[in-house]
């Protein structure tokens, strides 16, 4: 049997087209890397930490026991993303221990940048605090979905 030269080379071109297909897995695969983002502004941070009675503080970093009710802080965020949010502020006392954590949900729209701010206090007169005179320098620290964004010491005088 004489085979001829036209289905030798057909045959040859299948056997390698079959090979192709083994080495490739059968699957087709994307190798490609999606374009960078661009123009996404830096995500910013301003802590202002008050006493809950000072009226449109500025912030401050001392704080006396005898007078403060409660600590306000007050995260103003600059060029947040949008989506669902959550803030956690942790007070930390000067030993580094957390004394309280206070979480804060909130949402920017979709496909924008945001400004929120995001305020919580914790009670001071008549706790623990100044029953035991916890003075010294605490931290207060901010996080952002799980991750620090910032902290800032304030002092507790007695």
Known sequence: MKASKNSFSLIALMVAVAATTVGLGGCATNTSTPPPVTNVPPLGLT??????????????ANFSLGSLRDLQVNADWKNMPGGTHTQEIAFLLPNGVVYQTLSHGFGIAEGTFGAPTVSDAMPVAGTYITQRELTGDWTVQISLDGAVAGAQKVQLQP
């Open 47 to 60: 802590l202002r930490v008050c006493d809950s009675g000072t009226p449109n503080c500025a912030g401050e």
